[in-house]
């Protein structure tokens, strides 16, 4: 550990929250101080799964009584912009799970509540945390494949996301901004950041509020083209959730991932293959391994930023850029017209 003990509090212990304590608890250099949930049964229930001292169903109480280093939010977005406002009063650096919040108006006051209280936030943007994705990255920097020119960026699935996730089905704004959001950050961390793009959507499964099927082509500023597939009403076999599948293209040679965490790479006649499986934890719970990784990098990643004073790669300034790629793709899928992201208006 390079620095003292961090105290942190965790709001909302739902269902993806378990990732999220279970990794605190497990890194070296972090106290769980405390848990806080609107049920407290839940909270208690946390509490004493991962070793918390304390547990709350009032958020401004735990923040109130407990001495803590920062915060983490792992709420739906509906409550965000309440408990970051609490949070930056106390001028307690905080990372927030995405979605950062539902409206891009809202998602812009959290960067800028954060930014005038002087504070450092993260959104907990995991997916680019993904060994696979990290290994895509590394060999575009590598130069093994050339300057990108081309790449899809595909997350298409079948599962029954609504079991664990009910609250899904009654989003108005659905698969682009809860899936949309990470396989978008995707593209602008493996091809950079983008001038247009255009989008089309379909809402397909029966009896849910919003777009379950949304497919984004992307001009990047630095020329190359990535169509972002995401899709929650895909009858496939075999199923690859929750993984996602990459391929991309360059001026000397391409990759791919495919499911099963299989990278190819091919380039100027040579091809290999790469084992990109994730670190398995004492804790893992298969299919949802990756993920589950991809947490504690996020996790790590934050404290290494916090402990350093850099800015996190998930920044909200630099979210911001995320998000006007997804509020932009809604405005394509309306107007149908390609757009500029709405951060560059
Ligand atoms: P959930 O409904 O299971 O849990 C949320 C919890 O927050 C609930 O227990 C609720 O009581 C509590 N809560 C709400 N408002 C609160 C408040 N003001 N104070 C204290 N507690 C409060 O939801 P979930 O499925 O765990 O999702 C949480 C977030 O995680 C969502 O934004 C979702 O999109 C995200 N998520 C991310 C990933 C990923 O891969 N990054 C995967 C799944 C879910
Ligand atoms: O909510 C979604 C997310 O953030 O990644 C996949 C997902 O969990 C659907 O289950």
């Not at 848990?35 to 401004?60: I, S, T």
């Not at 360059?250 to 991932?257: D, F, K, T």
Request: with cysteine.
């Amino acid at each position: 550990m390079a620095g003292p003990l961090l105290r942190v509090g965790v709001i909302g212990c739902g269902f993806f929250a378990e990732n999220h304590l279970a990794a605190w608890a497990g890194m070296e250099g972090i106290v769980l101080a405390a848990v806080c949930d609107l049920d407290e049964a839940k909270a208690r229930a946390a509490a004493q799964k991962f070793g918390a001292a304390a547990a709350y169903r009032d958020a401004a109480e735990m923040l109130a009584k407990e001495q803590l280093d920062f915060v983490d939010i792992v709420t739906t977005m509906g409550s965000h912009a309440a408990l970051v406002g609490l949070a930056a009063q106390r001028r307690l650096p905080m990372i927030v799970q995405k979605p950062l919040a539902p409206t891009w108006e809202a998602a812009v006051g959290i960067v800028e509540t954060c930014r005038a209280a002087g504070i450092p936030m993260m959104v907990h943007e995991n997916t680019r945390f993904l060994t696979p994705v990290r290994a895509a990255r590394a060999v575009i920097d590598g130069g093994e494949i050339g300057t990108p020119t081309w790449a899809r960026i595909a997350f298409r699935t079948g599962h029954d996301i609504y079991g664990k996730q009910p609250y899904l089905a009654k989003e108005e704004h659905f698969v682009l901004l809860d899936l949309g959001v990470h396989m978008l950050d995707v593209a602008r961390y493996l091809l950079g950041d983008v001038a247009r793009l255009y989008c089309q959507s379909e809402s397909i499964k029966p009896g849910i509020a919003g777009e379950d099927m949304a497919t984004t082509v992307l001009r990047h500023q630095a020329g190359a083209t990535s169509v972002v597939e995401c899709s929650y009403a895909s009858p496939i076999h075999p199923d690859p959730f929750p993984q996602l599948v990459l391929q991309i293209e360059g001026m000397r040679g391409s990759l791919r991932v495919d499911p099963g965490y299989r990278m190819t790479v091919a380039a100027e006649g040579a091809v290999r293959e790469v084992d990109v499986s994730p670190a398995l934890f004492p804790w893992s719970t298969p299919p949802w391994h990756g993920t589950q990784e991809s947490v504690v990098r996020t996790q790590e990643h934050w404290v290494k930023c916090l402990r350093q004073g850099i800015e996190p790669e998930t920044s909200g300034t630099d979210s911001l850029k995320t998000y006007g790629l997804v509020w932009g793709a809604y405005e394509s899928t309306r107007s149908g017209q390609a757009v500029t992201p709405l951060d560059q208006r």
